[in-house]
Nanobody
Framework: QVQLVESGGGSVQAGGSLRLSCAAS????????MGWFRQAPGKEREGVGT???????RYADSVKGRFTISKDAAKNTLYLQMNSLKPEDTAMYYC?????????????????WGQGTQVTVSS
């Protein structure tokens, strides 16, 4: 069974924090890589952060030092802790899983996607 369900989005002021969660089925959680992507209106989808089965993490330069990706095996859940949020972080955030690649610029290799959760940061 394939399942990825995001939650935790919302509206915050610049400088604030949010924590996104992605509840996964056992099948998708066990895949090689899980990650967070985002897409703002009129812009291409971009990788935010990924974590592979060994725990190695990758982050987009734009979020390094502010965002942290993590996993909880007991809950089959992926997280994205977002601190010091900026208006440019405003986007729909998607959780995804891949059995092939954990590269941030290889979204086409992420076969399974959630429905997304909206993050809006006001100045």
């Amino acid at each position: 069974q394939v399942q990825l369900v995001e939650s935790g989005g919302g509206s915050v002021q610049a400088g604030g924090s949010l924590r996104l969660s992605c509840a996964a089925s056992e099948y998708t959680y066990s895949m090689f890589c899980m990650g967070w992507f985002r897409q703002a209106p009129g812009k291409e989808r971009e990788g935010v952060g990924t974590i592979d089965s060994g725990g190695s993490k990758r982050y987009a330069d734009s979020v390094k030092g502010r965002f942290t990706i993590s996993k909880d095996a007991a809950k089959n859940t992926l997280y994205l802790q977002m601190n010091s949020l900026k208006p440019e972080d405003t986007a729909m955030y998607y959780c995804a899983a891949s059995s092939v690649s954990c590269a941030l610029d290889m979204s086409r290799w992420f076969r399974y996607w959630g429905q997304g959760t909206q993050v809006t940061v006001s100045s």
